[in-house]
């Protein structure tokens, strides 16, 4: 049988009954689109996480206090529980070590701040002017803390943008007006650029003011809430973290590291392990998508049979006049793969149209890759293949002289 007259005849037979056709190529469009839609999700979820984690400075590692644990006893509390972190340790870290390009300590603790009528409770954190080059804190309107601010114990505050728009209003210029923290009045010299949520906390809604300011008119004293360290090199982030957690312990007159008073968390650590809860999202989502495609290929295959009940005189009388078991088997096989095909584009269209629409809509970041595109294309044309074939080798074996007198 020539490829022409195939796909001629195969048009011809799904156009004969085409609201069957069209239903049955419905479930296959229903399965790809929510399979490209759900792994879309996936990776989309995949990516902001690595994202929001990386736009929290590069080659990080953040040393946070910890309670210290007693010889004999399991049990050790959360990060920032215990007040183990100096100043002394910063500049220990600064001066001994060999990967560290810049350190830059915070201490942090939630105030109720107000302006004009106006007040929010969020997050203050002292700090450095080395923490907007270590995490990454980019100012869109005025300047960051500055040393100079940090050694005269200026009272001057940067603000984010969720703060600004809580205390001044949306696009207000707070630049240059005062707002009161715990009672106490700073000037505004900075906004901070819009950086979102990196899943620990959000980084919009936080005001940083000089460390020696908090130190002393907010927190009332010397520990650090985070040590925050970026390495020169990612390559080196576990001798970086090798080595600091060895200074510390000898800072600290500790010699069994699982005594330890302070945690260091890598960020390539938190990237990867980000990545492997989103790839086990993403695989779970698909595989519920998925399910629906094996029903639409039921869907298939219940059609083909049918068509090959009503079907059995023209199989025979084809037979009979010299059509091979193989051209019969081509000729199912041929509808079946065809049905899947045009269902398969078509849902690759509506997935990717619903991905396009929830990112548009702000629902959920969505990320379609052309793997998953042509994932799903290809089973598609598999689903055709595998529940096609039962049908066609079943047409191809009917006896002509039986499927001639079938009524």
């Known amino acids: 049988m020539k490829i022409y007259d195939l796909i001629q005849e195969t048009c011809s037979a799904l156009l004969r009954n085409k609201a069957r056709s069209g239903l049955t190529i419905l479930g296959i469009v229903i399965g ?19 994202s929001n984690i990386e736009s929290m400075g590069s080659n990080l590692l953040l040393v946070y206090p910890g309670t210290q644990r007693s010889l004999g006893t399991q049990v050790r509390s959360s990060f920032g529980s215990a007040k183990s972190l100096t100043m002394e340790d910063v500049e220990a870290i600064a001066q001994q070590t060999n990967y560290i390009s810049y350190v830059a300590p915070d201490q942090s603790g939630r105030y109720q701040v107000t302006a004009k009528g106006t007040n929010t409770n969020t997050q203050v954190m002292g700090v450095t002017f080395a923490y907007s080059t270590v995490r990454n804190v980019e100012v869109a309107e005025g300047d960051f803390i500055s040393d100079q601010n940090v050694n005269n114990i200026s009272k001057v505050a940067v603000l984010g943008p969720s703060v600004v728009e809580d ?27 819009e950086k979102g949520s990196s899943g620990m906390s959000n980084q919009d809604d936080m005001i940083y003011i000089p460390l020696t300011t908090n130190q002393k008119f ?17 390559n080196l982030m576990t001798m970086a973290q090798e080595e600091v ?51 639409g290929g ?24 010299g059509a091979k078991r193989k051209d019969i088997n081509l000729q199912f096989l041929a509808e079946a ?14 997935g990717w149209g619903i991905a396009a629409i929830l990112t548009k809509l702000d629902v959920t970041t969505t990320k379609v890759s052309m793997g998953s595109v042509f994932l799903s294309f290809g089973v598609s044309a598999a689903i055709g293949i595998i529940f096609g074939y039962y049908p066609a080798r079943r047409a191809s074996r009917l006896n002509p002289i039986e499927a001639l007198r079938y009524e």
């Open 32 to 50: 790809i689109g929510s399979v490209i839609a759900m792994i879309s999700i996936g990776q989309g979820a995949q990516s902001s996480i690595q």
């Open 167 to 193: 205390l001044f209003g949306e696009d207000a210029n707070a630049v240059g007006q005062t707002i009161r923290i715990n009672k106490i009045t700073f000037k505004v010299i900075g906004v901070t650029e």
């Open 218 to 234: 907010l927190s009332g004293n010397e520990y650090l809430s985070t040590i925050s360290i970026q390495v020169s090199d990612q």
């Open 245 to 295: 957690t060895s200074l510390l312990l000898d800072q600290h007159n500790i010699s069994d590291s699982t005594l330890a008073d302070f945690r260091i968390m890598n960020q390539s650590d938190l990237v990867e392990s980000a990545s492997s809860i989103a790839d086990t999202l993403t695989i779970l989502l698909g595989s519920i998508a998925g399910i629906s495609l094996i029903v």
């Open 298 to 321: 039921i869907g298939i295959m219940n059609m083909m049979l049918t068509t090959v009940t009503e079907r059995t005189r023209e199989i025979g009388l084809r037979k009979a006049v």
């Open 337 to 350: 793969t065809m049905l899947t095909l045009i269902g398969g584009i078509c849902g690759i269209i509506l």
